[in-house]
């Protein structure tokens, strides 16, 4: 009996330190982010996708963290959020206090390892999450009236003029997506990329001084509704990132129906895996305190549950969909067993030599 009674009081010393432990560490972090601000890094300029859905993430965030901090967002285009990436791993405070979202295809390149300018390995990325799985969107190919191609048929011609299509970088979805789409599907291309963020590629579009661009289908329904009108002379061709054919686009194939054969279609699959699992991918820097860090990641899924969080997302025509942490990580490790032959084109491609002439 007393053997038991003394294991039962170490059992219940045991439970009570974990609980004060557990406390303790609730009570440093609230201390710490008291009165502090966040930096929320977004790897594109203002107006875009990504630029909406981190404003959206920057009101909500801070109600969730201990301490009640404020969020700032701090606007970073470059390289197709290459620059922010690189930042928000290499020189970013690494207390807590500044956390990023980076473009979807960003972990990609980095588990690559094909372009030399990248400087973050997402292994070690400490990732918070994604707010979407675009499991309510589509990625279409969208051509605007004073294009000649005006349908999928057109552009699939071998003697049809190259689609000339705006993007914001190498290795940014809206330049790595159109050369998949040319080498799976049979499409003929011309890249002008460059372009800081989305809002610039609109204009560029709406004045004729490109074909068209691949567009989350959430912006276009939020930005520009008047395209999607029956008689706007904008055309939609394909959808990426879409197992089934969105239910508002009915009319519009998906690329994996497209495939050219078998291994277009096992391409079309791996690429689309970014979309499909970290589509707003958000991280805090490599060395983050770990009691900070699981508070960040804590908020960030408490935030995307928040029912005025979810009501404000729908009316802006963001998708929230979370993807969790672990969800992300996985995904990752899934895509690192990719056949060799689908990795060695996208290590091509993430390179920026593309595959296949256009």
Known sequence: MRCKAAFQAVIAVALLLVHMHGALAQDSVEEFYRGKQITLIVGYGP????????????????KYIPGNP???VQNMPGAGSMRAANTLYVNAPKDGTTIG????????????????????DPRKFPWLGSSSSYANDSYVLVVGPKSAVKSIADARRPDAPPLVLGGTGEGATDGDVPKILRDTIGIRIKQVLGYTDTP?????????ELDGRTFDYSFVKTARPQWLKPDSGYHFLVQFARVTRHPDLPDVPTARELALDASARELIVFAETPLLTMARPFAAPPGTPPDRLAALRHAFDAAHHD???????????????????????????????????VFDYMKELMAGAGGKGG
């Open 307 to 341: 029912p005025q969080f979810i009501a404000e997302g729908d009316k802006l025509g963001v998708d929230i969909s979370p993807v969790t942490a672990d969800a992300m990580t996985q995904a990752l490790d899934a895509m690192a067993h990719a056949s060799p032959k």
């Open 47 to 62: 107006g875009g996708g990504y630029d909406i859905t981190a404003r959206l993430v920057a009101r909500y965030l801070g």
């Open 200 to 208: 610039s590629i609109v204009l560029a579009v709406e004045r004729g």
């Open 70 to 72: 404020t969020v700032v």
């Open 101 to 120: 979202l980076i473009a979807r295809d960003m972990p990609l390149m980095g588990l690559l390892g094909s372009n030399p300018n990248v400087q973050f």
